[in-house]
């Protein structure tokens, strides 16, 4: 079964149905859950969610999809404590199933089986034999959708792979990934019916078949069946795989080192000139030689890190997804004070004047000491998760949340002084990833609903909502703060004068990047704007000349928001875990 959505409307219901009827089938070896378990990936929603497949009588493996992990409140750590692992493998009568998580990490981004899940999944092959018949399990299809999925054909196609199964797409249906039999399963919600439902997968000798059953029905004739056979690899077809031609256009850009990770980064790196820091999705913060990109020191956490660091009077902060803030000696990783929330710290830092200002999944905004971690200040009062990196502006800190609002706090004892929403029911368009620019006592957002908005600082009050471009999350400011830039989402940067009544749009770049949905920022430095792409390509442009000066591909995953340390080196880091200094 697949895509129980446990927090929709009629999850809970269909979930419960479904596993009193799996209760009563007395040939069933094992069950599969493919992924979507939940709708939110909220703490609540998983326990519920484990609470109603405990009472099943038959053996359960699951693993996590999108819903689970690029809206998680906890960065996955919920569900991993839950329910072990978001990946596994385990043998059954002669077969080897084995099963990766698949995000997005990042709410829109594409899907990506995560680094640690492909190292993992090297060891585990390595350790089968060549004719072992394998079954492989993910939630998404094993093609395009995922934006690494040949990480996974590439594999599997080595081995005797019998088939592959998923779900995602809600519908019984056929697949071919590369030679492989694929196979998606139905959504366990009834949606337009009156009644959800699943597959039963029965295995023969030489052929297995794959027929829907829903709750208190008979079993269906089965609507798709094939031969089980040892796997030759001797197709010659070319496939699909990502293009690197862009860098040929521009060879005077260069990496001067890339380091790979042992797991996906999904923040920024920060730097002090010497050191780099960044945190990765195993609760590993490592340190690298911005000279070389060698690692100097790692610092294990017992969370997922989305947080990205900030550097101070040699000290590296950040939080984890374990609910902690560390603070860490730049120069050793040495522990220099942790302070602990009541839910995963996903949101990242800004410092000023000795004070830390953050947010995190209890509800919570904080100022904290910088020097010892102590609490100054604390507004428990947020509707949903924080995410995102808060703005300091003169006396307010202002930041988005998981749930419909922007808020301005007072940055010197945390008074609310004002929230904000764009009067949006659907927390999904909501500003929780925004990351807000402000000049002029005009603080300026793009949440999911695709609207670029100015906000009067001062109350809170709306001045301007500007639809005329598709832009989604992803902005930035000039550095003499005149424009706000903005990425659509196909093809073009636009650009806004700041000001408080609507400018429209100044101009309009396009730079050919094609769909584009990520929320990494536009940063604009020494004469540059600088950002990244759902497909591993970052852009530099002037903004006088509004041309395009360079691009380069560095991976096919996302690219986080940039740190450009000057016009010439610019710090990348991408979904997959590269960090890459990049030379031009």
Request: proline residues 4%.
């Amino acid at each position: 079964m697949t895509d129980t959505h446990v927090g929709s409307s009629t999850g809970e219901e269909d979930l419960r149905r479904t596993v009193a009827d799996l209760n009563q089938q007395k040939d069933l070896d094992f069950i599969l859950l493919t992924g979507d378990v939940t709708e939110m990936g909220t703490l609540k929603e998983i326990k519920l969610a484990k609470e109603i497949l405990s009472s099943l009588t038959k053996p359960v493996y699951l693993i996590p999809g999108n819903h689970d992990t690029g809206w998680s409140e906890s960065g996955g750590v919920d569900f991993i404590r839950n329910f072990r692992d978001d990946k596994f493998t385990f043998d059954h009568k002669g077969y080897r199933f084995i099963a990766c998580a698949s995000g997005p990490y990042v709410r829109m981004s594409d899907g990506h089986i995560p680094r640690d899940a492909t190292v993992w999944l090297d060891n585990i092959l390595k350790n089968t034999p060549k004719d072992m018949p394998v079954v492989f399990i993910n939630h998404y299809p094993i093609d395009n959708s995922l934006d690494n999925w040949y990480e996974a054909t590439d594999r599997i196609k080595k081995y005797n792979i019998q088939y592959a199964i998923c779900g995602h797409g809600h519908a019984n249906k056929a697949f071919d990934f590369e030679g492989v039999q694929g196979t998606m399963g139905r959504s366990n919600l009834r949606a337009k019916d009156s009644l959800g439902g699943y597959n039963v997968v029965t295995m023969a000798k030489d052929s297995v078949y794959f027929a829907t059953k829903k709750p208190g029905l008979p079993i269906e004739n089965p609507w798709r069946k094939f031969a089980l056979e040892t796997f030759k690899n001797n197709d010659t077809k070319a496939y699909e795989r990502p293009s690197y031609a862009i860098n040929s256009t521009y060879p005077n850009v260069k990496q001067r080192w890339t380091y790979h990770s042992k797991a996906n980064v999904i923040s920024t790196p920060a730097t002090d000139g010497k050191i780099v820091v960044v945190g990765n999705a195993i609760g590993e913060i490592e340190a690298l030689s911005l000279n070389d990109g060698k690692v100097i020191w790692t610092y294990k956490t017992q969370g997922a890190i989305y947080s990205s660091p900030v550097m101070v009077k040699g000290t590296v902060i950040l939080g984890s997804g374990d609910g902690n803030i560390y603070a860490l000696e730049i120069k050793t990783g040495k522990l220099l004070w942790k302070y602990t929330a009541k839910a995963a710290v996903l949101g990242s830092a800004m410092v000023e004047n000795g004070r830390l200002y953050i947010g995190a999944s209890d509800n919570s905004f904080r100022a904290l000491d910088v020097k010892n971690g102590n609490l100054i200040w604390e507004f428990n009062q947020v509707e949903g998760a924080i995410v995102g990196l808060p703005l300091i502006y003169k006396d307010k800190v202002i930041f988005g949340a998981w749930g419909k609002h922007l808020y301005a706090l007072n940055k010197n004892d945390g008074q609310l002084l004002w929230k904000w929403n764009n009067g949006n029911e659907n927390r999904m368009f909501s500003p929780a990833m925004v990351t807000p620019v402000a000049v002029n006592d005009v603080v300026y957002i793009a949440a999911p609903d695709r609207v670029l908005t100015a906000i009067d600082v001062l109350d809170g009050k709306t001045l301007w909502r500007n639809k005329e471009a598709t832009v989604r999350e992803s902005i930035g400011i000039a550095e003499d703060k005149t424009l706000i830039f903005g990425k659509t989402m196909n093809d073009e940067v636009v650009a806004y004068k700041t000001q408080r009544t609507d400018p429209g749009i100044a101009w309009r770049l396009n730079l050919h990047f094609g769909y584009e949905h990520v929320p990494s920022m536009l940063i604009a430095k020494d004469g540059l704007v600088v950002f990244g792409t759902k497909n591993g390509v970052v852009y530099a442009f002037d903004p006088l000349t509004q041309k395009e000066i360079w691009a380069h591909k560095i991976d096919n995953a996302m690219v986080n928001t940039v740190n450009v340390i000057n016009r010439h080196k610019i710090l990348v880091a991408t979904m997959d875990g590269k960090i890459t200094l990049l030379n031009n």
